[in-house]
């Protein structure tokens, strides 16, 4: 099985599934996923944001991302509000509800990241998120949602 199991890529994916285990057990009660906390940092951040640019803030692809704002706002999370000249564009901002939620959140969400790096060595933590960082830079063009330039800006 070492074809597989030694893969970077299972590897990856294994680390995924496991960092939102450890996401959900830290924040449990909140009934936000990690997709959501992201979108809801990225909307708290960037106030008045519409969704194709949060898509490019969080690398998340357009369609799905629609469904996840859905979700956000039958939750009482975000609000959307046309653009004024262009009603086609909504532009998002996130509720006291949401805020309140976040800040709520932080020490579980610090929690889960302690979790997932718990089980390298402090020295070899921070080498291992550049690693991880370099990683994603250099293969964005290749993901189906790429972080756009600036975005992180």
Avoid: C, W
Avoid at 142 to 153: I, K, Q
């Amino acid at each position: 099985m070492d074809e597989i199991y030694a893969r970077p890529g299972h590897l990856i994916r294994r680390a995924q599934q496991i960092a939102v285990a450890v996401f959900m057990e830290e924040t449990a009660g909140f009934d936000v996923t990690p997709v959501q906390f992201a979108a809801l940092v990225a909307i708290r951040e960037n106030p008045d944001v519409d969704a194709t640019r949060l898509s490019a803030l969080i690398a998340f692809d357009r369609s799905t991302l629609g469904r996840v704002l859905d979700i956000l706002e039958r939750k009482g999370l975000i609000v959307r509000r046309g653009a004024g000249n262009d009603r086609r564009v909504k532009l998002l901002r996130v509720t006291e509800e949401a805020a309140a939620r976040l800040k709520a959140m932080a020490p579980g969400v610090e929690r889960a990241q302690q979790r997932i790096l718990g089980p390298l060595p402090p020295a070899e933590r921070a080498r291992f998120m550049r690693s991880l960082e370099r990683i994603v830079q250099m293969n964005n063009t290749l993901s189906r949602a790429p972080m756009l330039a600036g975005a992180e800006d």
